[in-house]
């Protein structure tokens, strides 16, 4: 409470009116689906989840002005001044926006092709709660970079952008939308170019080389940016030493502990996990890779979405999912879904176990843990919907729901340098927060309960904009 009425007036006076303009600023399209545009409001006697491990906190207001969280607190206790908005929030729980870190805005189309899903990408996150996305790997980058701007200007709905460069990917590439990088010299070429051009960030991919790797980090380290990657020639410590940020998907694509590794080659996806299966994530090997991640300060993404596509039987049939894909899209999924099993059988089911204890594991080790859906494989995961799994599947590899609530939303956040300004939901942030009925503290599926979506403030009708992809993913 003392925080708030220290906060409150001179919050207020900075920025009186940035609500109001930036509702003002949106075009129809967008206003379409906003339901809450007035400059101060409140929401009172809902449940908080602050995003940053906190417990729960019931019965609190939340008053936002000026696009920014002005007051958190006891909803006896926080004034709501004369004219603002009241919501009761009544049975429903606001958490801060989710900040997905492999969100991409494509989506497989047949063999080796991606379609970019400007259409419906952008407004199945913003439906399921998600305000900031890292693309993490784009397969057309004037587009996504059109996309963050139109979004950013009010012409689309959709959550801020931040836009990683095409794949920085070594000769092998298994789609012909990828380029094969030639030499470490080219790598650095390659950075300055999209750097120059106004990508956000870099991701290397499965087959690059140690050199190539190096040039790059080196470039994109100089510009003050940061690079992950998807990795296989080259090895989680190799990376580390290398001096890489951040690697996706975690332990399944490791492949340093393969005995016939040979320097910047990636060994067969089938064989590196037989050696995985092999190993106990508790055990020495293991454990020493986690040690020099944590000491080198190399995040890890969760994608634990597009690895359960490959357990027989998982994830449950999602009506809504299903209803949001385009037929050919929705055909392809559910006839490949229909062969798993006969090929993968229980292997698949015992990494993604595994999986999930490495993720646990590095946490406890001290590893910033962030997550994303991955929207890719053979189809099934899906902007937004995927994020919602993606937080019960943190729930089920043993994070609590604020653990995984904090993964989804703080951690994102303080990856991108962006915890200043959003990843949890307190006085001073910008208002991105999501409100949910029900309590996912208690029933993490109630993560699926989305009623509205603040973005800079302004209240998005999430069924809205569910209802307004249905049929698309896939085709755009
Ligand atoms: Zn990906």
């Given at each position: 409470m003392r925080r708030f009425s220290f906060l409150f007036p001179a919050l207020f006076l900075l920025c009186p009116h940035l609500a109001g303009q930036e509702a003002a600023s949106l075009s129809p399209g967008v206003r379409a689906f906003v339901s809450i545009e007035d400059p101060v409001f409140a929401i009172t006697h809902a449940t908080v989840v602050d995003g940053t491990g906190s417990p729960a906190l019931a019965d609190q207001t939340v008053l936002v002005s000026g696009g920014l969280i002005q007051a958190v607190g006891p909803?006896?206790?926080?004034?709501?001044?004369?004219?603002?908005?009241?919501?009761?929030?009544?049975?429903?729980?606001?958490?801060?926006?989710?900040?997905?870190?492999?969100?991409?805005?494509?989506?497989?189309?047949?063999?080796?092709?991606?379609?970019?899903?400007?259409?419906?990408?952008?407004?199945?996150?913003?439906?399921?709660?998600?305000?900031?996305?890292?693309?993490?790997?784009?397969?057309?980058?004037?587009?996504?970079?059109?996309?963050?701007?139109?979004?950013?200007?009010?012409?689309?709905?959709?959550?801020?952008?931040?836009?990683?460069?095409?794949?920085?990917?070594?000769?092998?590439?298994?789609?012909?939308?990828?380029?094969?990088?030639?030499?470490?010299?080219?790598?650095?070429?390659?950075?300055?170019?999209?750097?120059?051009?106004?990508?956000?960030?870099?991701?290397?991919?499965?087959?690059?080389?140690?050199?190539?790797?190096?040039?790059?980090?080196?470039?994109?380290?100089?510009?003050?940016?940061?690079?992950?990657?998807?990795?296989?020639?080259?090895?989680?410590?190799?990376?580390?030493?290398?001096?890489?940020?951040?690697?996706?998907?975690?332990?399944?694509?490791?492949?340093?502990?393969?005995?016939?590794?040979?320097?910047?080659?990636?060994?067969?996806?089938?064989?590196?996990?037989?050696?995985?299966?092999?190993?106990?994530?508790?055990?020495?090997?293991?454990?020493?890779?986690?040690?020099?991640?944590?000491?080198?300060?190399?995040?890890?993404?969760?994608?634990?979405?597009?690895?359960?596509?490959?357990?027989?039987?998982?994830?449950?049939?999602?009506?809504?999912?299903?209803?949001?894909?385009?037929?050919?899209?929705?055909?392809?999924?559910?006839?490949?879904?229909?062969?798993?099993g006969a090929s993968s059988g229980s292997t698949a089911g015992d990494m993604l176990a595994m999986e999930m204890a490495f993720e646990r594991s590095f946490v406890e080790a001290g590893g910033l843990l962030i997550a994303g859906p991955d929207p890719t494989g053979y189809g099934g995961v899906l902007p937004g919907f995927g994020n919602f799994r993606q937080i019960e599947l943190l729930v089920e590899a043993g994070f609590s729901p604020l653990e995984a609530i904090k993964i989804a939303t703080h951690n994102g956040a303080l990856y991108l340098e962006k915890l200043d300004r959003i990843g949890t939901l307190e006085a001073g942030k910008q208002a991105d927060m999501v409100l949910i009925q029900g309590d996912p503290t208690t029933d993490i599926s109630d993560i699926r309960n989305v009623v509205t979506v603040f973005k800079n403030g302004v209240g998005y009708d999430s069924a809205k904009l569910f209802a307004a992809v249905k049929g698309t993913v896939g085709v755009r």
């Open positions: 909803a006896s206790t926080v004034q709501i001044p004369a004219g603002a908005t009241v919501m009761d929030g009544t049975g429903h729980t606001l958490i801060p926006g989710i900040v997905g870190m492999h969100d991409h805005i494509f989506y497989p189309a047949g063999p080796g092709h991606y379609n970019t899903l400007e259409f419906s990408a952008p407004r199945l996150y913003l439906a399921a709660g998600v305000t900031t996305i890292r693309t993490t790997g784009g397969m057309e980058p004037y587009a996504e970079m059109g996309l963050r701007d139109a979004i950013r200007d009010g012409r689309i709905p959709g959550p801020e952008m931040h836009v990683t460069s095409p794949y920085l990917e070594g000769p092998g590439a298994f789609t012909l939308q990828m380029h094969e990088l030639e030499s470490p010299e080219e790598a650095r070429r390659m950075v300055a170019y999209w750097a120059d051009t106004g990508v956000d960030d870099f991701k290397a991919y499965t087959n690059i080389t140690r050199a190539q790797l190096a040039a790059a980090i080196d470039e994109i380290h100089a510009r003050g940016m940061k690079i992950t990657g998807h990795l296989c020639s080259i090895g989680f410590r190799e990376a580390a030493e290398l001096g890489i940020d951040n690697l996706e998907h975690g332990l399944v694509v490791n492949t340093e502990f393969f005995p016939g590794k040979e320097p910047d080659q990636c060994p067969s996806s089938r064989q590196n996990r037989q050696t995985l299966l092999s190993m106990d994530v508790d055990g020495p090997e293991i454990q020493e890779t986690i040690r020099i991640l944590v000491e080198a300060g190399v995040a890890i993404t969760s994608t634990l979405p597009v690895f359960e596509l490959s357990v027989p039987g998982r994830p449950p049939v999602d009506q809504g999912v299903l209803d949001a894909m385009a037929p050919s899209a929705r055909d392809s999924y559910l006839t490949r879904r229909a062969t798993i």
